[in-house]
């Protein structure tokens, strides 16, 4: 079975503010908003500062440090690339995965009401 490869970017961005920033776990989207609406001055440095491929345990042990699920990259808990075994019979199972679509499908609307 092959490992699954991910990649880890880090980013670096620096705010100037007129009062301190204590809080270690904001989230981009309060510093999108007070950069841009707020009181708060930012920009990109070094846009990215490390990019490194993570492959197995590894990539494992990042995923679950940011608090996700390896299954959400399609990879068991060994770093193992579940994309190649999912079938009928596994809970990511969503169907005919070769299937195509075009716009005018209706079945893609079942349930869903159209006016």
């Not at 009062?19 to 007070?34: A, G």
């Not at 940011?66 to 060994?78: A, I, K, R, V």
Request: charged residues 35%; negative net charge.
């Amino acid at each position: 079975m092959a490992q699954k490869k991910i990649y880890r970017t880090v980013i670096q961005y620096e705010i100037l503010s007129d009062e301190p920033i204590n809080d270690r776990s904001l989230d981009l989207e309060t510093i999108q908003y007070e950069c841009s609406e707020g009181h708060w001055s930012g920009r990109g440095l070094e846009t990215v500062i490390s990019d490194e491929e993570l492959t197995g345990k590894a990539a494992v042990e990042a995923i679950k440090d940011q608090g996700s699920d390896p299954e959400f990259f399609l990879m068991d808990d060994e770093g193992n690339d579940l994309d190649e075994e999912i079938d009928e019979n596994h809970p990511l199972w969503t169907g005919d995965l070769d299937r195509e679509f075009d716009d005018h499908d209706d079945s893609l609307m079942h349930g869903i009401d159209k006016n």
